[in-house]
């Protein structure tokens, strides 16, 4: 059975439509956490390229680098999504995992805060712009690389727990 949204479902729109800053001050302060996932494709032979210099490229570590930017990236989400609100991150970790079945690097992102909102958007951006770094660290080797499959994985805390099965 599909249930039917209406646009009073949507949490950044008021009673009147308009756009608005989700309310949190009337919520409780919770540990809440986020996990997302995504992946860069390469093809076979760029991908061999990558993995025979252990992801060191002449601009550095496409790993590394890609960890850094996502860091940064989940703490200035409220500077690139509109409606988030500002978070006081307790900690982001960011793993890579190669892939050689599917010649394709896998990031994965947490992000976790003790405060009156999810971090469901930091995780995402995190992964998006590590994704985003990969791809730019590795350009020089193809054009043809894809960046795919980001999604939220998991959401702890607040009013409801959420894993993407």
Known sequence: MTTQLTPLDLTHLD???????????????????????????????????????????????????????????SKRTHELIPLCHQLPLDGVKIGFEYDDNNCSIHV???????????????????????????????????HDITISDIKLLTKTGGKSDYANT
């Open 15 to 73: 009673a009147h439509g308009d756009i608005a800053m989700v309310d949190v001050s009337g919520k409780t302060i919770t540990q809440r956490s986020a996990t997302a996932v995504g992946q860069v494709i390469f093809p076979s032979n760029s991908y061999q390229v990558i993995k025979s210099a252990d992801g060191i490229t002449k601009k550095g570590s496409i790993t590394q680098t890609a960890h850094i930017a996502g860091v940064m990236a």
């Open 108 to 142: 994965t992102a947490t992000v976790k805060v003790t405060h009156k909102t999810g971090v469901e958007m930091e995780a995402l951006t995190a992964v998006s712009v590590a994704c985003l770094t990969i791809y730019d660290m590795t350009k020089a080797l193809s």
